[in-house]
């Protein structure tokens, strides 16, 4: 078993055939399997492309789509119109532009977060890789790596005033 898939299976408990990779559209059948057909009553979606529509299929008759990707709103991509027949919802949450345009909707987002975070009911991202900023070209390479899809967590800036950073570093990563 991958890493990412037994980091599931041990700190979350989910069974190993509950879970699928989404590097390619196969996780469809899988949740259609899963379910008997039936599908998911709740989509949280932020793959694109055929992945997006991937996704879309396994919604469930009355299901919720949630998108929180931007690459096919923002190309106007099309979506197969017949899951609507199933009285699904589809809605698209851009936090940014929540941030931009509703300050006060925003102001109590990032509360409630912090309540939940601060009683325990949700926690951050695990594993997280943290670099202090003068470490930030390693954070560089070893985000590379995360985006290969052999390794999970986040990356974390670490900005302590005491750290020195020695010079000024050109990196070009492209992030796709």
């Given amino acids: 078993m991958d890493e990412k898939k037994q980091l599931l299976v041990d700190k979350f408990g989910i069974p190993a055939d509950h879970i699928f990779h989404s590097r390619n559209t196969s996780f469809a059948e899988g949740v259609m399997r899963m379910t008997n057909g039936y599908g998911v009553d709740v989509v949280l979606n932020s793959l694109s492309g055929d992945g997006l529509?991937?996704?879309?299929?396994?919604?469930?008759?009355?299901?919720?789509?949630?998108?929180?990707?931007?690459?096919?709103?923002?190309?106007?991509s099309g979506l197969p119109m017949l899951g609507f027949a199933k009285n699904v919802s589809f809605s698209a949450v851009d936090l940014h532009h929540v941030a931009l345009s509703r300050k006060e909707i925003t102001a109590k987002l990032l509360a409630d977060a912090m309540r939940l975070l601060t009683s325990g009911n949700i926690q951050p991202p695990s594993p997280l890789h943290i670099y202090p900023v003068s470490a930030i070209e390693d954070a560089f390479r070893y985000l590379r790596y995360l985006q290969s899809g052999k390794n999970s967590g986040r990356i974390v800036i670490n900005n302590n005033p005491a750290d020195i950073v020695l010079e000024r570093i050109h990196l070009v990563i492209p992030l796709s």
Avoid: M, V
């Avoid at 879309?56 to 789509?65: K, L």
């Fill in 53 to 76: 529509r991937a996704s879309w299929e396994c919604i469930a008759p009355y299901g919720r789509f949630i998108e929180i990707g931007n690459i096919d709103l923002k190309t106007n």
